[in-house]
């Protein structure tokens, strides 16, 4: 009995196209796997996603491979398409045919499906020092958009630096959404100063940033001082000028009383 067997081959002579596409969920796109470089028919092409949270490859069953070809006649590019596309379609799709004992795989197409929103990238942002006090790690992390769509980067005192980007997810479970984070270590002597450090997100044509700075408790205690003494000095200014009305008005009152005696009296000396 002839058993047929199929090796993996590194050497690329099936490519796809388009390398990347980006679309909003509920579109339709087609993927395109090139074999003209070996005999194959698009029958025996076979399409894998991916998956780029687990890193984990699986058999795609929700496309349509078109697998018609003329009679007599090769296949030259075999195509799979995705309708109504999710978010969790996105990832790497690969396409693979098998010639002569091998398996032979294409180079890669990557699908970023993401939902349509007019909402702006949400920007958070945290710092701490390292344990031997010669820098301050800052990090900014960018939620609400894939990290496709974003450039991230810092502006150090207004010094530009690109900073460490990479893309990581907020759990391990099927629902878990994708988020940027950029990573930037500062020395501690311009930290200790007080340097503005911002978070420069690019979204669109539009960007959006976030600044962070090291605040000296020691300053810090003084304002509070200086600003309590101002709401005391305000506060007794307030009073004085209460007090000071108060006894104004009752001067006037007193004042208008002693005139109503004073015409009465008048009044009762020219009766009698």
């Not at 799709?93 to 795989?105: E, F, G, I, L, N």
């Not at 950029?182 to 976030?210: H, P, Y």
């Not at 000071?244 to 008005?249: D, F, K, M, R, S």
């Amino acid at each position: 009995m002839f058993l047929l067997t199929a090796t993996w081959t590194n050497q690329i002579i099936v490519t796809q196209t388009p390398g990347m596409v980006k679309m909003i969920a509920g579109g339709t796109v087609t993927l395109k796997c090139h074999v003209d470089q070996i005999l194959a028919f698009c029958h025996s092409v076979s399409w894998m996603k991916v998956d780029p949270r687990t890193g984990t490859m699986s058999t795609r069953t929700n496309v349509k491979i078109n697998t018609t070809s003329e009679v007599g006649k090769r296949d030259r590019v075999c195509s799979a398409t995705i309708t109504n596309a999710l978010v969790s379609d996105s990832g790497m799709y690969y396409c693979s045919a098998v010639h002569s004992k091998a398996v032979h795989t294409g180079n890669g197409s990557n699908l970023i499906v993401t939902e349509s929103s007019t909402e702006s990238p949400n920007i958070k942002m945290v710092s701490s020092s390292d344990s031997d006090g010669s820098s301050a790690a800052l990090l900014c992390l960018v939620s609400g958009v894939v990290p496709s769509q974003v450039h991230v980067f810092w502006l150090i005192d207004g010094r530009e630096d690109s900073g460490l980007t990479e893309s990581t997810w907020t759990d391990n479970s099927d629902s878990a959404t994708e988020f940027t984070r950029n990573q930037i270590l500062v020395q501690a002597e311009e930290w200790d100063r007080g340097v503005q450090c911002t978070c420069v997100v690019e979204f669109e044509g539009n960007s959006i940033n976030k600044t962070v700075q090291r605040i000296d408790l020691g300053v810090l205690c003084y304002v509070t001082v200086w600003i309590y003494r101002l709401l005391g000095i305000t506060a007794w200014l307030l009073l004085l000028i209460m007090a000071t009305t108060v006894a104004a008005c009752r001067g006037k009152n007193r004042g208008v009383q002693r005139n109503g005696t004073s015409k009465n009296r008048g009044r009762r000396h020219n009766s009698s």
